[in-house]
């Protein structure tokens, strides 16, 4: 092999990335039964990718529920705060977890069907734990939230999740949850 060759390689290696590709959800509940698959973009959103497989990893997803679903446009999870199902969630949708904030990283990649994306609060910088699936495109948000993948399988899992009430998209009753979130290479 020619020294040029293995230079080639050997940078390709240096520069991939060091984390996971994809989540798998167990979703379960009066609406949602059954496994999303998610392709995560870590040549995209690398900080947003990292820190969601992180906390996938420590189980911190596990038994999080689906606080905010709005019909026609997205269904919203991923409050590892205050989103725990059985707990008081009074407060889901409110919180995040022990790590930092991350700094946006907004791409050309636009809102459609499946694609999923970080929540945050009106500070462009405030993603932390909370990420949303499109039920529908919605292009009104390119630019201004940081898409991190989207889904490869199981759309109609989420197409079931149970819908929120009113114009806020808050589950009343029993939400669906995320039983298990694996993740995958």
């Known amino acids: 092999?020619?020294?040029?060759?293995?230079?080639?390689?050997?940078?390709?290696?240096?520069?991939?990335?060091a984390f996971a590709t994809g989540l798998e959800i167990e979703v379960t509940g009066e609406g949602a039964n059954g496994t999303v698959q998610i392709d995560?973009?870590?040549?995209?959103?690398?900080?947003?990718?990292?820190?969601?497989?992180?906390?996938?990893?420590?189980?911190?997803?596990?038994?999080v529920v689906f606080h905010r679903v709005i019909e026609g446009f997205m269904a919203q999870t991923g409050d590892v705060k205050f989103g725990k199902l059985g707990e008081n969630m009074s407060y889901a949708g409110s919180g995040g977890s022990d790590r930092p904030n991350l700094k946006a990283e907004f791409?050309?990649?636009?809102?459609d069907r499946g694609v999923v994306g970080m929540a945050r609060s009106q500070n462009l910088h405030s993603a932390n734990s909370q990420f949303f699936i499109m039920f529908d495109a919605g292009h009104f948000l390119?630019?201004?939230y940081t898409v991190v993948g989207k889904v490869t399988?199981?759309?109609?899992?989420?197409?079931?999740?149970?819908?929120?009430?009113?114009?806020?998209?808050?589950?009343?009753?029993?939400?669906?949850?995320?039983?298990?979130?694996?993740?995958?290479d």
Request: proline share 5%.
């Open 1 to 17: 092999m020619s020294k040029l060759a293995t230079a080639v390689i050997v940078a390709g290696l240096a520069a991939a990335p």
């Open 107 to 111: 791409s050309e990649l636009p809102f």
């Open 40 to 63: 995560l973009f870590e040549d995209v959103a690398p900080g947003h990718v990292e820190q969601i497989t992180a906390l996938a990893g420590e189980g911190q997803y596990d038994g």
């Open 142 to 144: 390119n630019g201004q």
């Open 153 to 184: 399988g199981g759309m109609d899992v989420v197409d079931a999740i149970k819908l929120g009430a009113g114009g806020n998209g808050a589950v009343i009753g029993a939400p669906d949850v995320m039983t298990k979130v694996t993740v995958t």
